[in-house]
C-alpha cells in the first residue's frame, strides 16, 4: 500500500521518480546537511586508501560519491564546499557516460568524513566506518611521526 502524503512530502523536497536519473537539488535543513550526507554516503559512497609508491610515508585517502545524477552531485559539492570550504572534483565513466563521481582527495577527505561522523550517536553502516577507522589509524600515526 503507498503512502501518498509520504510521496508528496519527498517530491516536495526534491526526490523524483526514476531518481536515479533526475535528482538535482534536496531541500535538507542545513542542520541535517551531512546527517543526509551521511546517509548518501552509506548508500552510494565509497572510500578506498593506499600507500602512494611515488613517495615513502604517503598514505592517500579517497572519499567518493556516485550518482546517475551529475545535477545532484554538482549540488552536494556545492553544499559541502559552503560549509567545510572543500572543492572535490567530478568525473565521468570513462567508456559510457552513464554515472558520475564526486571525489575528494587526501584533506579535504579527512575534513569531510570528520564531518559526517561528527555526531557520535548518529546511524551509519559499521563496514564503511570501520574501514575509514583503519585508514585514519593509519594517517594519525604518520602524523605523530611527522
Known sequence: MK??????????IGFTPAKSLT????NVPDRYFFSFLRGCFDG????????????????MIYTGFVSASKPFLIWIRKEANARLNIMG???????INTYYQLKYAKNESLKLLKKIYSDKDSVYLKRKKLKIDRALVIINKLRQLS
Open 3 to 12: 503512502n501518498k502524503l509520504f510521496y508528496d512530502f519527498l517530491v516536495s
Open 23 to 26: 535528482i538535482k537539488k534536496i
Open 89 to 95: 572534483h567530478i568525473t565521468t565513466a570513462k567508456k
Open 44 to 59: 552510494d559512497g565509497y572510500t578506498y586508501s593506499y600507500w602512494d609508491p611515488r613517495w615513502k610515508s604517503s598514505f
